[in-house]
Structure formats: structure tokens, C-alpha cells
T-cell receptor, first 110, second 112 residues
Framework: GEDVEQSLFLSVREGDSSVINCTYTDSSSTYLYWYKQEPGAGLQLLTYIFSNMDMKQDQRLTVLLNKKDKHLSLRIADTQTGDSAIYFC??????????FGQGTELSVKP | EAGVAQSPRYKIIEKRQSVAFWCNPISGHATLYWYQQILGQGPKLLIQFQNNGVVDDSQLPKDRFSAERLKGVDSTLKIQPAKLEDSAVYLCASNGLGVEQYFGPGTRLTVT
């Protein structure tokens, strides 16, 4: 079946690194995504990784994929108060629809 | 490039009333999705269109929800009659030839 799990909350200090974790079940997923949602807003695509890659880096964001364990993580370096939001992990199925986790609320304290 | 447009942004209705949401995808994007996001949860797909044809509507409650994309561009999602549990944010997304799926700002529906 299709299921994506995330921890619900993460609190960090400004300037620290944040690591948000996600596990998924569908081994046939070809792409895995990270989206950011600020209060009252839609979902902003942050980054995505192809399933045959182990790592992808994009400025302050690093995505790590362990396909054997079906584990995905998003590391945000030098976390800022503007990074406070809900972060969603998603996998795509063969047809293109996204299966989302329940979201991780990141709180950044000054 | 303009993003995915949705209207209205907010809607409050009483149960058993009808409501319609509109979405205009990014220009040239053939695939359009409607997702339902209940408070505290991730979005869940309701229906997926490829041009004006339905690809996946397996999670759409067809007794009360309907959607159309007649000319393969903009789309309308309708709920008739609404129930209290339909209170949610309705998100429209689109993608073109790439794998990136872009979301609109959503319509927040409150059913009282």
C-alpha cells in the first residue's frame, strides 16, 4: 500500500541545522518531494529527488535518500525564523499523483 | 510565469448547500489535480485530469463531488450537497512535461 509517515513537530534554535525525517512504503515511487506550507498558503515545492539518487543539495537544503530503508530526510542548514512552517514529504505513484505525509511543523526559536 | 490561480480563497456555507471552486493551471500544463487537505493532515488527491480527460477519480466521493475540465484548461470542482466533514482546504495543482507539481493558494471551505 501507499503510506508516508513523518514526525509531527521539530523545534530548533536559529542558526542550527534542522533535520526532518520521512518514511514511505511504495518502493516503485520514482520521485520523492519536499514541500513547505506557511500558514494560510498553498504548498511551495522546495526540492525533489529521483529514486536512484542518494543525495541532492540545493543551497541550504540537503536531501538524503536511503532507498533500502525507504527513508528520506531534509536537512536545512543555518535555520532561520523564516523557515518556520509545515514541511510535507511526498512520493509519487506511477500515475503522477502525490501521496503526502501528515506534515512536520518546524518551529525556529530566536 | 503566472502560478496556479484559484478562487474563491475562502467560502463559508451551511450544510446541504452547494459550492463550486475554480482553478486555472499554469499555462501549457496538461495535467491538473484537485486535492483535499483537512486540518492537520497532508493533502489527499480527489481527481486528476490529463487535458480534459479523467485519469484518476478513485478517491472522489461521487455521490456529492463532481469536477470538470471541459476545454482542457481551467477546472471546476463542485460539492452538492455539502456536509460538515467537507470543511477543508481544496488545493489545485498542475504539471507540464516535468516532474514538478505546482500548487495554487487553495480555497478554504467552512461548512456550518
Amino acid at each position: 500500500g501507499e503510506d508516508v509517515e513523518q514526525s509531527l513537530f521539530l523545534s530548533v534554535r536559529e542558526g542550527d541545522s534542522s533535520v526532518i525525517n520521512c518514511t514511505y512504503t511504495d518502493s516503485s515511487s520514482t520521485y520523492l518531494y519536499w514541500y513547505k506550507q506557511e500558514p494560510g498558503a498553498g504548498l511551495q515545492l522546495l526540492t525533489y529527488i529521483f529514486s536512484n539518487m542518494d543525495m541532492k543539495q540545493d543551497q541550504r537544503l540537503t536531501v538524503l535518500l536511503n532507498k533500502k530503508d525507504k527513508h528520506l530526510s531534509l536537512r536545512i542548514a543555518d535555520t532561520q525564523t523564516g523557515d518556520s512552517a509545515i514541511y510535507f514529504c511526498a512520493e509519487n505513484n506511477q500515475g503522477g499523483k502525490l501521496i503526502f505525509g501528515q506534515g512536520t511543523e518546524l518551529s525556529v526559536k530566536p | 510565469e503566472a502560478g496556479v490561480a484559484q478562487s474563491p480563497r475562502y467560502k463559508i456555507i451551511e450544510k446541504r448547500q452547494s459550492v463550486a471552486f475554480w482553478c486555472n493551471p499554469i499555462s501549457g500544463h496538461a495535467t491538473l489535480y484537485w486535492y483535499q487537505q483537512i486540518l492537520g493532515q497532508g493533502p489527499k488527491l480527489l481527481i486528476q485530469f490529463q487535458n480534459n480527460g479523467v485519469v484518476d477519480d478513485s478517491q472522489l466521493p461521487k455521490d456529492r463531488f463532481s469536477a470538470e475540465r471541459l476545454k482542457g484548461v481551467d477546472s471546476t470542482l463542485k460539492i452538492q450537497p455539502a456536509k460538515l466533514e467537507d470543511s477543508a482546504v481544496y488545493l489545485c495543482a498542475s504539471n507540464g512535461l516535468g516532474v514538478e507539481q505546482y500548487f495554487g493558494p487553495g480555497t478554504r471551505l467552512t461548512v456550518t
